[in-house]
């Protein structure tokens, strides 16, 4: 059975940096062949992609609103997953999930709709 577990976050005063890490386990192929995402929600709201990366490690994609602030990065040796977030802003603040596209393994990494399993999350909670 598939499973993400998240972890890294916490509060951070605006301006501030985290960074956020998933371990994926259970796959049924090698976690090299799998594209990975990050997606935030706060209460209330849909689930945002953030960030998204090939399973190489060698493409990868941001939503506009996170650009240049937000670097996602992969070992695929280890099966983790990392989210580096720099001048983090109050929008910012949300629950943290990583996600894995379980079903089509590889292609076009950046359509987040093509994610079908999220883990618990880890809060991020950024203050002024």
């Known amino acids: 059975q598939v499973h993400l577990v998240e972890s890294g976050g916490g509060p951070v005063q605006a301006g501030g940096s985290l960074r956020l890490s998933c371990a994926a386990s259970?796959?049924?192929?090698?976690?090299?062949?799998?594209?990975m995402a990050w997606f935030r929600q706060v209460a209330g709201k849909e689930r945002e992609g953030v960030a998204a990366?090939?399973?190489?490690?060698?493409?990868?994609f941001y939503v506009d609103s996170v650009k240049g602030r937000f670097t996602i990065s992969r070992d695929n040796e280890k099966g983790a997953l990392y989210l580096q977030m720099n001048d983090l802003k109050d929008d910012d603040s949300a629950t943290y999930h990583c996600?894995?596209?379980?079903?089509?393994?590889?292609?076009?990494?950046?359509?987040?709709?093509?994610?079908?399993?999220w883990g618990q999350g880890t809060q991020v909670t950024v203050s002024s």
């Open positions: 996600a894995i596209d379980v079903w089509t393994r590889g292609g076009y990494c950046g359509d987040y709709l093509k994610y079908g399993r």
């Open positions: 259970g796959l049924p192929y090698a976690y090299s062949t799998y594209c």
């Open positions: 990366i090939s399973p190489a490690g060698n493409v990868q």
